[in-house]
């Protein structure tokens, strides 16, 4: 039995975030309580253990007279924190005022309550004159004594964020590995009502989700036909059978509500796209830093579940004035960049898309949560978001795995041949092409640099027939370009989405070859596929004939301007109706022979010019780049006559004209 004995002061101290009065412990020492006066707090935390062997307890006591902090003994078993004061602190006389601090290991500090006391000043002592001496800590010992505190704190925060780093790049790197080796690979999709798919308004709306969070809560919202981890689902398994995707999504929920109701219950997946933060923006109860506090409990749970993590910034609203998302957008990149996570601007991806992608103002349509899935697979696909084929005009994907991320699917060889139009990459003086046989599809996935990148194939077909099968996004619905008139139309909201897929044939060739299809030669306007905005895009190349392949060489890109526009100069110069070429002022070259209503006939090169006189007066030049013979035309708008056509006598037959003269004159 010790025989200790103690005048012991208390309460029973809860810590929580109400009743933040301080307590009276409604008692008193005395001066001459040396070594016997001890604080004894019993410790309370509704709903959930403190977890008392992981940190530790200080007692912070301040008067007119007096500054200390002091290492207090924890009872795990009872929960309780004692501290008997030292000699110098019950010294001090008068009112107490103290506050009792948990520190983790972690450098975590959690206040548990303030409280206050009185120490009377015994007979004996009447006499104690206070001083600076007296002071049980100097503000010079405080300041270095915090100092040191505070750089261990911070390397202890610079320790922890390196370790999740380490965490997350080892996590994600594997994650990617199984899903390119064909292996199961589990996508978590983790967020609020826009992960659940809400949808309160769309006939084609289904009842609310049977299957409960975690902690046993019911879902109580309708969502739409199709969510996006549902479309992101499909997309995938295109390509990997053995993917498979779960929607951790609740209405509602903010970072703070978010973490309990899935809390307990690790879903032991490979990659966790988190998408938060638009209800926090919308009630903004939170102040910011407890937004990323928040967050930051959410990330590192899924990492320790042993889950990489991918950051989704919240999708743009169908309001246009609404700029507080946009805030919360940023914050996210930011707390990407410290987990060195990959992140995804929803702002971007979603950009262009129409009304009816909506169901109301913030949530989408069974539309728009398919086109937001079948977009975020390209991320997993091709080179994947942690070495995406970033793309721009006039740049092309060739057919190499190791290089362009392609993936072949269904009946599809690598093909090699010195008549093969691409790098030698693979054998010596030989091309490399892949071979799509009857139903062999390729999947190219990049990221657009720019807006309005017309996409086709160099494909060769050989002597068969050609059905070649390209499609956008797994066949979503597409996105609107910024400005319809970079087609050159006065006419508002002309060809102003892309077509979601397309099938070319036989006739879709150009004259570079027979069986050659490029972006540069024939483009039939009624079958363009292009990424009207910058961001991910998916392109399936799939081959519908049954009988005949199709060497497919490489997927191009080129400006839509540059190649329906700026690339008539060079094969249309101009306006075309009917038999009738419309020309405006600067000087052409054609490359074809067959230009309409010129006195030329022959498959050779010519230059044309044009020169502008008074009266609007054209006159019209035409030289043949093989011969030198040149024709001039005159026209006359004032007098709506027809164009004069008079060939020019070339220097060589000049020459010869004056000889036959001299000739004749010699003759006579």
């Known amino acids: 039995m010790s025989d200790e004995v103690f005048k012991d002061l208390g309460t029973t101290l809860e810590v929580s975030t109400s009743n933040r009065a301080s307590l009276d412990l409604k008692g008193a020492f005395s001066t001459q309580d040396i070594k016997t006066a001890r604080l004894v707090f019993p410790l309370t935390k509704p709903k959930s253990e403190l977890q008392l062997d992981k940190v530790e307890a200080y007692l912070y006591l301040v008067s007119t007279t007096l500054k200390s902090e002091s290492k207090a003994v924890i009872d795990v078993d009872s929960a309780t924190v004692t501290y008997v004061l030292a000699d110098e602190e019950i010294k001090h006389s008068g009112k107490i005022f103290g506050e009792l601090y948990l520190r983790y290991a972690d450098g975590r500090v959690l206040s548990a309550h303030k409280f206050h006391f009185k120490i009377d000043r015994a007979l004996i002592d009447q006499n104690v004159e206070v001083s600076a001496s007296v002071y049980n800590v100097s503000i010079e010992d405080l300041m270095e004594k915090y100092s040191s505190k505070f750089d261990l704190l911070e390397a202890e925060l610079y320790r922890q964020l390196a370790k999740y780093r380490s965490l997350q790049q080892e996590l994600i790197s594997r994650g990617f590995e199984k899903l390119k080796a064909g292996q199961a690979v589990k996508i978590l999709c983790y967020g609020d009502s826009l992960t659940y798919g809400y949808d309160i308004y769309s006939a084609d709306r289904r009842p609310a989700d049977q299957v409960p969070t975690s902690n046993g809560t019911k879902h109580v919202r309708e969502r739409a036909s199709t969510t996006y981890p549902e479309a992101l689902q499909l997309a995938l398994q295109e390509v990997y059978a053995g993917v498979t995707v779960q929607n951790w999504g609740y209405s509602g929920d903010t970072v703070i509500t978010s973490y309990p109701h899935w809390d307990g219950i690790n879903p032991n997946a490979d990659i966790t796209l988190l998408m938060l933060g638009h209800n926090d923006s919308k009630d903004a109860k939170e102040s910011m830093s407890a937004f990323l506090a928040g967050y930051r409990k959410i990330a590192e749970r899924a990492l320790a579940w042993g889950s990489a993590i991918i950051f989704l910034t919240p999708p743009r609203q169908k309001s246009a004035t609404d700029f507080t998302v946009d805030v919360y957008s940023q914050a996210v990149m930011q707390l990407a960049k410290e987990y060195q996570a990959p992140v995804v601007d929803m702002s971007e991806l979603t950009a262009g898309i129409a009304a009816d992608f909506y169901s109301d103002s913030v949530h989408f349509s069974a539309k728009g949560y398919n086109f937001i899935g079948k977009k975020l697979a390209s991320i997993f696909l091709g080179k994947t978001l942690l070495n995406s084929n970033v793309v721009g005009a006039n740049d092309a994907l060739n057919v190499i795995k190791e290089i362009s991320g392609v993936q072949y699917k269904g009946n599809c060889t690598l093909g090699f041949s010195a008549y093969y139009p691409t790098e030698d990459n693979s ?96 483009i039939n306007a009624s079958k363009l596929i292009y990424a009207a905005r910058k961001g991910y895009y998916t392109i399936c190349i799939e081959n519908l004939d049954p009988t005949y392949s199709v060497n497919l060489f490489s997927l191009e890109f080129r400006s839509i301007s540059d190649v329906l526009f700026r690339g008539n100069y060079l094969y249309t110069l101009g306006t075309l109706s009917t038999d009738i070429l419309l020309l405006s002022a600067g000087n052409y070259e054609f490359y074809s022979s067959g230009a309409i209503n010129m006195p030329f006939v022959n498959a050779a090169l010519v230059s044309l010019e044009i020169y502008v006189g008074g009266s609007n007066r054209k006159t019209f030049k035409v030289k043949n780049l093989v011969t030198n013979a040149t024709w001039e035309g005159a026209y006359n708008p004032a007098a709506s006559s027809d164009i004069v056509w008079d060939r020019l006598v070339t220097a060589k037959e000049l020459e010869a004209f004056q000889a036959r003269l001299d000739n004749l004159e010699g003759a006579d």
């Open 427 to 522: 054998e010596v003086g030989k091309g490399t092409a892949l071979v799509l046989n009857p139903q062999g599809r390729a999947y190219f996935s990049f990221c657009a640099d720019e807006n309005n990148l017309l996409i086709l194939p160099t494909v060769f077909a050989g002597s068969g027939t050609l059905q070649l099968k390209v499609s956008m996004d797994f066949e979503a619905e597409t996105a609107n370009n910024n400005n319809s008139y970079v087609f050159n139309t006065t006419s508002p909201r002309v060809m102003n989405k892309s077509l979601k897929s397309t099938v070319y044939t036989t006739s879709d060739l150009n004259w570079y070859s027979a069986r050659g299809l490029h972006i540069d030669g024939k």
